[in-house]
């Protein structure tokens, strides 16, 4: 079954509150969500000025192609979302691969966090993927600790000619862009992250080149033994926005 896609259904400022405090009692199950959330909230966020912030990947077997020395880094997001695959279901294949057809997402605003400790923005996805989709509050309370003004930034998905699409006109820009995939290494990380990817836009306004690094979860099993005809799988993710 495939999710819809996911939206807050009051001003982030009302659930501020609530999402804290449901927040931290996630957060507080392992000393490195606690670790994370203190030093989220004890940075200085009084400038989210991306100008000298540089995609650092610390990994030197991961060699992706750099952004298009004309393009400036426009957003940092945080993906909380699923890939979607299928299977065959009629005759059963045991010993089929599961299909991607394609994944959906909502891209909350890092810009403010990647600022002022990359490293830092670089630990998130990991846990970020171990957070129940439902559980809504935690994403509300990770955004507002990026900023008062942070929130979503917009959402990806793929379009009907299964092209990937980052529409971030949801979080009030006018910025978007439908892609294609030009570069991918599988990550250097785990086997069941979805691999790092460079996309570059077809069409659009404002975003030119998309990467997708840091992936935590999204794979799917490597064959489709005992799976459903249609399945989604977990997954986290940095998204770095050129333009």
């Not at 540089?54 to 192609?65: D, F, S, V």
């Not at 393009?71 to 279901?89: D, E, I, K, M």
């Not at 069409?203 to 399945?231: H, N």
């Amino acid at each position: 079954m495939y999710l819809n896609h996911f939206h807050f259904p009051f001003p982030l400022p009302l659930l501020l509150p609530l999402v804290l405090a449901t927040a931290n009692n996630i957060l507080t199950t392992t000393s490195v969500f606690t670790t994370t959330i203190s030093t989220l909230q004890d940075l200085d966020l009084t400038s989210c000025c991306l100008n000298h912030t540089i995609l650092n990947l610390e990994y030197n077997q991961t060699a992706l192609p750099s952004p298009s020395p004309n393009l400036t880094l426009q957003h940092v997001a945080l993906g909380r979302g699923v890939q979607n695959y299928t299977c065959p279901s009629s005759p059963a294949n045991d010993t089929a691969k599961p299909t991607s057809t394609g994944a959906l997402a909502t891209l909350f605003d890092a810009s403010c966090i990647v600022s002022s400790d990359q490293r830092l923005l670089h630990r998130i996805p990991a846990f970020l993927q171990n957070v129940p989709l439902e559980t809504l509050d935690f994403f509300a309370s990770l955004a507002s600790l990026a900023g008062p003004d942070s929130a979503i930034l917009g959402e990806h998905y793929f379009s009907a000619s299964a092209m990937p699409f980052f529409d971030l006109r949801l979080g009030g820009n006018d910025e978007w862009a439908a892609a294609k995939k030009v570069a991918s290494v599988v990550s250097p990380v785990a086997s069941m992250d979805v691999p790092w990817l460079k996309l570059v836009a077809v069409d659009g306004v404002g975003i030119k080149e998309v990467y997708r690094v840091y992936t935590a979860g999204g794979m799917s099993p490597a064959t489709c033994e005992g799976m459903k005809s249609e399945f989604s799988v977990d997954y986290a993710a940095e998204y770095w926005f050129y333009g």
